[in-house]
């Protein structure tokens, strides 16, 4: 009986197919793995067809539907392995398997692609302008070195003509696989020999087979990075069910270089914008210390509980394991801070919200008689007071209150003290704590206890740019200092909460060891440049606290639809044509869990949740932590969207009245610096929200739009 094996290309191609479509390639290899090779190539059914003209005598197509086919790589040693690369139109069918060649990697022995035709075609130009160019992006690695690595005859004349890296990123899909991440290492400083270690030697099979005995169903074999063998109907039925999901732990050599780093002397720190890859280089960044350090143990941390879940989730599927090993922690800070107290001092007191929080400053702000307003109150104790540890009337008065706009004299300062303490003796009195006391209190208890008391040798921490200092100054205490105690990733344009920090002045230095990804591997280009235009070249403080951070010089490869923007003269139409998007993206073959709406407001939302439950469409809220199998299209408030992606995002209720929101506005005439910077995290908060889309972005509003949508971007 022939046997089926997969291949990426496949996967990404039936990822993103209509549902009709992938029922007829379910039915059509159900059917294909019923038949004997005899009766396969004699079937009328499936149609299993040479390609005219192929530069590869071994492809075939066979028929899924009256307008699609399949693009087969059949044996043609006697083997029964036949691998399924593709499903595309019928005209396009041929064309892609008339110009491919798959072969074998001499030094990895595993099976690749290139598009023969386009290379044949481009090398002889790119060899004229390359005799021009005052250098080219290999010229110090020698032929020999370079087949040493896989790289064949035809890719080296290819190779000889690159001039740069983004010459290379363009020639990446032509080119076979193994050989163009060899190439991609090398062009990101890799020593050849460093190469060979962690591509050549970790894709080559244990006892390598000579050429003479090589089969293409040894190649598949060799190449379980890529291919997928189903041996049985039942795990035909679980492959194809399942999603594509092989991007969520991608890492490219220019990330992996920070990821699997051997050590470095002390913290480091990775920054890029939306969809560099940051998250999975915390997560890549875990795996390797889980490896080098068998015996530490290691936090993993973040800042709200859904990006939690998130983590855990995708490092089950890096590691490949059901069960992550007891000697890692996957924690939002908040939570590490409460097990903390809870395990050091006997008992931990229940921390209130940000609402309850406003409501007691209101409550102290008005039995004081004080001149502030409870928001003014709360900020100066988060930013000043709070941010600078500070424990005393007197450290209070001398404090620096860098970042605040408004001058307070050391009478003024006198009366916010007092309200400092009638805060905390009301929160004592209640047997409650906010989150951040809870964090100094697990920092002191963490400070004060034996070092070999610690728990952690290491710690990871994603979404770095929203944690308030204090959370720093817990995590400081979490690890003592020393080679790979602090990881740390972030992009201080997606800082949603208004925390801002000088990692100096916790007791962490980053110097000389922070690195900055510019490439975005996840959102299309068009989304990437209109969301970017969000920011309208807002300055935004790096995560030092040191200087500035800038989007300049972030790209993607990927390219699709430019965004859907439009405005609706009331919220009616805007919740109707938003409904009808829906439906075409699910009409589109797109799985409903691959849909997110969000808005700035569960009001809305709820309104959208009836109007798409009207219309038959199944939701279900980001906050309950839905499984990712879990049917039904995500709502989620834009602050919930954090950390999350989708193939296809509608950003609804983008006004004037909620983008930015009044009340989380400081008012200028209180304080200037407050009132920028909170419009400053309003436009992240925007920014963060469309760029969790991949590859279709729908944003709306009724009557007034957001000053933040300009109609000229």
């Known amino acids: 009986m ?61 028929r899924i539907t009256d307008f699609w086919r399949g693009v087969v790589l059949a044996p043609d040693d006697g083997s029964e392995t036949f691998l399924l690369l593709n499903v595309v139109p019928h005209d396009d069918a041929y064309g892609w398997a008339a110009k491919r060649v798959y072969t074998v990697n001499t030094a990895t022995r595993a099976l690749e692609v290139r598009n023969v035709v386009a290379i044949e075609q481009l090398t002889p130009v790119l060899e004229k302008e390359a005799a021009k160019a005052p250098s080219l992006l290999f010229a110090k690695h020698s032929d020999s070195v370079l087949r040493d690595l896989g790289v064949d005859d035809q890719v080296l ?39 060979y270690r962690d591509v050549v030697a970790e894709r080559r099979p244990p006892d390598p087979i000579d050429e003479s005995e090589q089969s293409l169903a040894i190649a598949i074999a060799n190449t379980r990075s890529r291919i997928t063998l189903v041996t049985s109907p039942d795990e035909l039925i679980e492959a194809l069910e399942k999603p594509f999901e092989a991007w969520r732990v991608f890492l490219h050599p220019s990330q992996r270089r920070v990821a699997y780093r051997v050590s470095f002397l002390g913290s480091a720190q990775v920054t890029g914008g939306p969809g560099t890859g940051k998250t999975v280089v915390a997560l890549h960044r875990v795996k390797h210390l889980l490896a080098r350090y068998p015996d530490h143990r290691i936090l993993l941390t973040t800042f709200t509980n859904a990006l939690a879940d998130t983590l855990r ?25 409460y097990r903390t107290v809870q395990q050091l001092s006997g008992r931990a007191p229940a921390p209130i919200g940000d609402v309850d929080e406003r409501q007691l400053w209101r409550r102290v702000q008005r039995r004081l008689g004080l001149p502030w307003a409870e928001q003014f109150l709360q900020q100066e104790y988060r930013h000043v007071i709070l941010a600078q540890n500070l424990r005393t009337r007197e450290e209070y008065r001398a404090a620096a209150r860098r970042g605040r706009g408004r001058a307070i004299g050391a009478p003024q300062r006198d009366l916010i003290w007092d309200a400092v303490e009638a805060f905390h003796g ?53 690890v003592a200092p020393g080679p790979d ?32 990804l510019r490439l975005n591997y996840r959102n299309t280009e068009e989304i990437l440049s209109w969301s970017a235009g969000l920011m309208h070249e807002s300055p935004v403080a790096d995560l030092e606290g040191q200087g500035s951070d800038t989007l300049a010089g972030y790209r993607s490869l990927l390219h ?23 439906q075409e993206w699910l009409a589109g073959g797109v799985n409903s869990s691959e849909i997110a709406v969000c808005a700035r407001f569960n009001l809305l939302l709820n309104r959208i949740a009836e109007a798409l439950s009207a219309a038959g469409v199944r939701t279900v809220r980001v906050k309950d932590n839905p499984a990712a199998t879990e049917d039904g299209v995500r709502l989620s408030t834009m602050h919930a969207m954090k950390g999350l992606e989708f193939r296809c995002v509608a950003v609804a209720g983008v006004t004037a009245q909620s983008v ?8 200028a005439e209180v304080d200037r610096v407050q009132h920028d910077s909170d419009l400053l995290r309003e436009r992240c908060l925007l920014f963060v929200a469309c760029t969790r889309a991949r590859e279709a972005l729908h944003v709306s509003w009724s009557r007034q739009p957001s000053p933040f949508v300009r109609r000229d971007h």
């Open 2 to 62: 022939p046997q089926l094996a997969f291949a990426t290309s496949f996967w990404q191609s039936y990822d993103v197919l209509e549902k009709p479509m992938k029922a007829g390639v379910r039915k059509a290899m159900a059917k294909f793995q019923q038949l004997t090779v005899a009766e396969l190539y004699a079937d009328k059914g499936l149609h299993l067809e040479s390609v005219n003209n192929s530069r590869d005598a071994r492809m075939r197509t066979i």
């Open 157 to 195: 004349r290819a190779v000889r003509t690159i001039v740069d890296k983004v010459q290379l990123d363009a020639f990446g899909t032509l080119l076979p696989e193994d050989q163009f991440e060899v190439l991609q290492y090398l062009a990101e400083g890799f020593s050849p020999e460093e190469v």
């Open 313 to 337: 989730a995708n490092l089950s599927l890096l590691l490949g394991v059901d069960t992550l090993p007891p000697r890692l922690e996957v924690s939002t800070v908040n939570a590490y801070a």
């Open 426 to 478: 009301e929160l004592s009195a209640a047997g409650k704590t906010t989150q951040l006391r809870m964090c100094a209190t697990a920092a002191e208890l963490v400070d004060g206890a034996k070092p070999a008391m610690r728990e952690f040798q290491h710690v990871v921490v994603d979404e770095a740019q929203d944690l308030h200092p204090m959370q720093w100054r817990l995590l400081r205490a979490a």
């Open 485 to 516: 105690d602090l990881f740390l990733t972030g992009d201080p344009h997606q800082r949603i909460y208004d925390n801002r920090v000088s990692l100096a002045s916790v007791g962490i230095s980053v110097a000389g060891r922070s690195s900055r």
């Open 560 to 582: 699709g639809r430019r965004p859907h923007i439009s405005g609706y003269a009331s919220e009616q139409e805007e919740v109707a044509a938003l409904v009808a998007q829906v």
């Open 660 to 667: 930015p929101f009044a009340k989380e506005v400081t008012p």
